[in-house]
């Protein structure tokens, strides 16, 4: 098939899922296509817009609920058996794994992980507390969160022992720092961890990857588990990379060339350059919303110049 073909297939079946545009002005995928390609004056960039969508990566409403089971089926039990040391050929070892998963305090790190969906999707039952550490952090305590979280405070409750943090998309760790940091730091009065802690994001870039192995290596009592790690040949950077694909460096000077006209003049909200937020250089869009890490040619709106692909929608204003 032909990279038209391809994308008229995938315009048909996936990219339509998109929420932010779906039954709006925006119109479906090929509309919105032929108003992005055209967002670019010259030719040669429009042809280069339309080659950088081979090295799109897009996740579908039923990849992301895919990812949160195995979140659970895979990640979620093998870090409780390798931490209770279940011999999983056991008699006993059902009854382990259920006395263990009542224990389990399940967290977002952000708005953007959808929490009950996921206790849902996996069948969960019995977690009352919804808890978001985005929007707790500023004011966090320590105390208040084991008492109202770890034992939903109830005076008697027994208290939660394995601490989960889940993300649906992590760039480069720096929004899922603070919690994992605040949570694998309480301790008990004799000075031991209070928790055991996971942090399992469905998907995470290289950046991330990197900043959470090296945060394992040095709390004993936090785990790394993602569910997909996406790879550094899949990103755009801001200079050459060895070994990077053939087309990445016209595509770089196309991006570049192109932002004034994505962003406009200064002073601008939100401007983190032609390769998204920290640089990361993603060409990735989820169903639900694009990241800020991705590149903005692909998301960014600015009224009568840029025509977005996929508009995201920000909770920032942005002069459009």
């Not at 509309?31 to 967002?39: A, E, N, Y």
């Not at 087309?247 to 390769?275: A, I, N």
């Not at 169903?287 to 508009?311: G, I, S």
Request: glycine share 6%; hydrophobic share 40%; charged share 25%.
């Amino acid at each position: 098939m032909t990279l038209k073909a391809d994308i008229e297939f995938l315009g048909e079946r996936l990219f339509d899922e998109y929420k932010p545009t779906k039954n709006t002005a925006d119109g479906p995928f090929g509309v919105r296509l032929s108003k992005w390609i055209g967002s670019a004056q010259d030719e040669a960039d429009q042809i280069k817009l339309f080659r950088l969508l081979k090295h799109l990566f897009f996740i579908g409403q039923d990849d992301l609920e895919a990812a949160s089971r195995t979140a659970f089926s895979k990640h979620v039990l093998e870090w409780l058996i390798n931490r209770l040391g279940v011999n999983v050929f056991s008699a006993a070892a059902k009854s382990q794994m259920e006395d263990a998963l009542t224990l389990v305090r399940y967290t977002g790190i952000t708005d953007s992980f959808n929490l009950g969906e996921f206790l849902r999707i996996n069948d969960i039952h019995g977690h009352s507390v919804r808890y978001t550490w985005e929007q707790e952090i500023d004011d966090w305590d320590q105390d208040e969160f084991c008492r109202r979280v770890m034992r939903r405070g109830i005076q008697n409750e027994i208290e939660k022992r394995y601490l989960v943090l889940l993300e649906d998309f992590v760039g480069s760790g720096s929004q899922a720092e603070r919690a994992i940091r605040s949570a694998q730091a309480i301790r008990k009065t004799d000075g031991t961890f209070a928790y055991e802690v996971l942090f399992c994001p469905l998907i995470i870039c290289p950046d991330g990857a990197e900043w959470a192995t090296r945060l394992q290596v040095d709390f004993p009592n936090f785990h790394y588990s993602p569910v997909l790690e996406l790879h550094d040949d899949g990103f755009i950077k801001p200079n050459a990379v060895p070994g990077e694909n053939t087309e990445f460096p016209e595509l770089r000077d196309c991006l570049s060339r192109l932002h004034p006209t994505v962003v406009g003049p200064p002073p601008v909200d939100q401007d983190f350059g032609p390769f998204g937020y920290q640089q990361t250089g993603a060409v990735f869009v989820k169903y639900d919303n694009c990241p800020d890490n991705t590149l903005p040619v692909l998301h960014r709106k600015r009224n009568n110049f840029w025509e977005p692909l996929f508009r995201r929608a920000s909770r920032m204003p942005i002069n459009a």
